[in-house]
């Protein structure tokens, strides 16, 4: 268990990784919508994840209407996969036992 | 893993499912394919001349600015109708490997089409139709199942119907024409109503959303 990011490692943030790591970028109305997370609980995930270095945020605007542009770092997309190969380690080595 | 794996796979493929939420991509397909079949049906019915000449060496080139005019068209009501309602997504440039596979395809494919009308007079005029509608229904089948755009079934069925109905009339190369027109009008009616339906679903949302 020590060898998983915690920070990935918790659902919520696992899928807005997991779903930023698909596009170039996206919005944050579009993460709401895929995540079901409610606004809040959406916007203290990123914070958690914008402070690991995982995903850069850009608030910029559409017309009048503000936008907040999602993307994940080469960091996050790397961490991504790392906890990936980790996570499948260690199910390997609990199914081997 | 298996269990997490398969659900991380299907929160990957949610990007590319984003892409045909909305009803435009089979709006502007149905669209760019009666635009295709109309404009090889004029050329046909023109008298040989100086004016089929003409048409004949305009046209190849602006059908395939069209089909680069239909992406454009559709990022840009994409971005006025789907991204203030369901939110913006900017999709990844394909992979090297994926690029080199399409272009592969398209090159066989353009070679069996030239092996094709090489053999005009071989009877092939006579299958023409029927296969392209199986070769559509077939690749509508594979993009429904990779998609999980049960939809796409419906142009499938759609596809080999034409395909038979307009080989059983024996109207030659003229029939592919038409099931391109056909088949056309098909997509695009099937995307207006899944556009029209996406819109009242979705109404537009006053922020963004944060």
Known sequence: ?????????????????????????????????????????????LAKLEEAGYVELEKTYKGKIPLTLLRLTR??????????????????????? | ????????????????RYWDVDGLPELMMGL?????????????????????????????????????????????LKERLTFPRTGYVDWKEPSRSSRVSAAAVAMVTAMVLAAVAANRDAGMERVAAPLLGVILSLAFVVASLRQRAP????????????????????????????????LGAASAALGTLRLVLFLRKNPRAPGEGS
């Not at chain 2, 893993?1 to 590319?16: C, K, S, T, V």
């Open chain 2, 1 to 16: 893993m298996a269990h997490l794996d398969l659900n991380l796979d299907e929160i990957a493929r949610r990007p590319q």
């Open chain 2, 151 to 182: 939809h796409l079934l419906a142009l499938a069925a759609v596809a080999i119907a034409l395909g038979l109905a307009f080989g059983a009339l024996r109207a030659g190369w003229e029939s592919v024409n038409w099931l391109f027109v056909a």
């Open chain 1, 75 to 97: 960091q996050g997309r790397a961490a991504l996969e790392t906890y990936k190969k980790s996570l499948d380690g260690l199910l390997k080595r609990a199914v081997a036992r």
């Open chain 2, 32 to 76: 760019l394919w009666m635009l295709w079949g109309g404009a090889w049906l004029l050329g046909d019915a023109l008298p040989h001349g100086w004016r089929s000449n003409a048409y004949w060496m305009v046209a190849p080139a602006l059908l395939v600015l069209s089909g680069f005019a239909a992406v454009w068209a559709t990022k840009r």
């Open chain 1, 1 to 45: 268990m020590t060898d998983l990011d915690r920070v990935i490692h918790e659902p919520a943030r696992l899928l807005i990784v997991a779903l930023l790591a698909g596009v170039k970028e996206a919005d944050f109305l579009w993460v709401l919508r895929e995540s079901a997370l409610t606004k809040g609980n959406l916007s203290s995930h």
